[in-house]
Nanobody, 123 residues
Framework: QGQLVESGGGLVQAGASLRLSCTAS????????MGWFRQAPGNEREFVSG????????MYGDSVKDRAYISRDNGKNTVDLQIMNVKPEDTAIYFC????????????????WGRGTQVTVSS
């Protein structure tokens, strides 16, 4: 059974940078895409970013495009997300997810999920 554990959340000042990490364990994630989603109170879960196994395909959600950077280290089974110039609207619970092969923007298409990490951006 695959497990994903997020870290790096907390309180961040607006304009600063945020770095989240996700560590996968419990099974092999070869040929699995990794992704990040977020969910603010009262909102649906939103696609933030995704990266394929070989890092050749990377996607970003419109809300973080040009401010985010995703990377993965398959040797360490980790995927990192950096968001620069954070804004109060980036406040949400951030979830790590994984699915076979390609990136999908809908959360319904992802197989494994972490429990999430809270990010709060203060203005």
């Amino acid at each position: 059974q695959g497990q994903l554990v997020e870290s790096g959340g907390g309180l961040v000042q607006a304009g600063a940078s945020l770095r989240l990490s996700c560590t996968a364990s419990g099974r092999t994630f070869n040929n699995y895409a990794m992704g990040w989603f977020r969910q603010a109170p009262g909102n649906e879960r939103e696609f933030v970013s995704g990266i394929t196994w070989n890092s050749k395909n990377i996607m970003y959600g419109d809300s973080v495009k040009d401010r985010a950077y995703i990377s993965r280290d398959n040797g360490k089974n980790t995927v990192d997300l950096q968001i620069m110039n954070v804004k109060p609207e980036d406040t949400a619970i951030y979830f790590c997810a994984s699915r076979p092969f390609e990136i999908q923007r809908s959360p319904r298409d992802w197989t494994y999920w972490g429990r999430g990490t809270q990010v709060t951006v203060s203005s």
